[in-house]
């Protein structure tokens, strides 16, 4: 039976290194799906897809959380095994092999019980959450929820080039507002960095913009080039932006309760 207990700590060990892996990848800003899947696929040792591992790899803080768990994740599983194979192999046979799968099959279904309990992890997430903002320098935060980024609104970086209808425009100019879509920072060529710039910042070929907002926008802004195409594109998507914000409110969003019927 020992080996059994062992397994089964083993298993409770693994889902709790995985849920502060979890909680520790959204502070970093991914979602909490996103960050689910990562920490599991790292310490599993199944590997992620190219665009998944783009968005880790150049992270640092996600890649040390990542390493981490990858190497973790080699020793649980080395020792699961060992820890199986003793609990059906055992030389003396003083114990019948139908108690120890039912304690085994016992044991499993409440630690699959704990990894799939909303309620459960609600208080996992909090009191680690807790923990990492307490001892560790990352934001117990999912930014990803926080900017609605699994309902089609995206950040992305969109970079400048001679051209664009961005070049050389200052960002009143451009009213990208109106197109609902925001700035949330320039990254000039140089690499000095622009945080929350304001309307008078000039957009200069080659940098780096920070922008929020509706992922089919971002990316029509990004195929935008300079002249009346671009114009009339602009115009265009001030008008996608109105109709969207219309449908919102027609939907019963964002209108105050007394008006409701």
Do not use: C, K
């Not at 640092?60 to 609990?87: D, E, Y």
């Not at 799968?101 to 990894?115: K, S």
């Not at 080659?206 to 602009?234: C, F, K, N, W």
């Amino acid at each position: 039976m020992i080996a059994i207990v062992s397994l089964l700590v083993i298993v409770f060990v693994s889902l709790v290194i995985t849920r502060v892996a979890t909680v520790a990848l959204i502070a970093t800003g991914l979602s909490r799906p996103l960050a689910r899947f990562q920490a599991r696929s790292a310490f599993t040792g199944v590997g992620f897809t190219t665009d998944e591992a783009e968005r880790v790899v150049g992270h640092p803080v996600r890649r040390r959380i990542i390493s981490i768990l990858m190497l973790t994740g080699n020793a649980g599983i080395a020792a699961a095994m060992a820890s199986i194979v003793l609990t059906f192999l055992n030389a003396r046979g003083d114990v019948s092999l139908t108690p120890r799968v039912a304690v085994l099959a016992g044991g499993l279904f409440v630690l699959v019980w704990i990894a799939t309990s909303s309620r459960v992890d609600r208080v996992a997430t909090r009191v680690i959450g807790s923990a990492l903002g307490r001892y560790t320098s990352l934001e117990a935060r999912d930014v990803g929820g926080l900017l609605e980024l699994e309902s089609g609104y995206r950040v992305v970086e969109l970079h400048v080039r001679p051209g664009d209808w961005l070049a050389d425009r200052d960002l009143a100019g451009v009213d990208l507002f109106d197109e609902g879509v925001l700035v949330l920072g320039i990254r000039r060529e140089h690499g000095r960095y622009l945080g929350a710039p304001r309307g008078d910042t000039v957009v200069r070929s080659g940098d780096t913009l920070v922008l929020y907002g509706r992922a089919r926008l971002l990316e029509q802004l990004d195929a935008r080039r300079a002249g009346i195409g671009g114009e009339l594109a602009h115009v265009d998507a001030i008008a996608q932006h109105r109709r969207a914000r219309d449908d919102t409110v027609d939907d019963g969003e964002n209108v105050p309760e007394s008006s409701r019927g």
